[in-house]
């Protein structure tokens, strides 16, 4: 059974830094494509940034420039380093593997 676990949010002052990583157990080694999501209540889940088989990565135009996601196929493991973060990027954050495996999320909060 394929069980997908995010880690590092927490609270955080805006301007700050935080790196989530996400690991996934139940699989075997491979090269995976990894995205993360987040969703605020009462709003739909929306695509943060993504990175496919190939490497290529995708981000919405709100964290460009400002997130990174990276991923340790070796590891089976994700990560999205967010950087100046803003009020509103406050969520939960959701790692997916394969576009077809969720974790439970972990609470990004962003405030003074």
């Known amino acids: 059974q394929v069980e997908i676990v995010e880690s590092g949010g927490g609270l955080v002052q805006p301007g700050g830094s935080l790196n989530l990583s996400c690991s996934a157990s139940?699989?075997?080694?491979?090269?995976?494509?990894w995205a993360w999501y987040r969703q605020v209540p009462g709003r739909q889940r929306e695509l943060v940034a993504s990175?496919?088989?190939?490497?290529?990565?995708n981000y919405q135009n709100s964290v460009k420039g400002r997130f990174t996601i990276s991923m340790d196929n070796a590891k089976n493991s994700a990560f999205l380093q967010m950087n100046k973060l803003e009020p509103q990027d406050t969520a939960m954050y959701y790692c997916?593997?394969?576009?077809?495996?969720w974790g439970q999320g972990t609470q990004v909060t962003v405030s003074s």
């Open positions: 139940g699989i075997g080694p491979n090269i995976y494509a």
């Open positions: 997916v593997l394969g576009a077809l495996y």
């Open positions: 990175v496919g088989l190939n490497g290529r990565t």
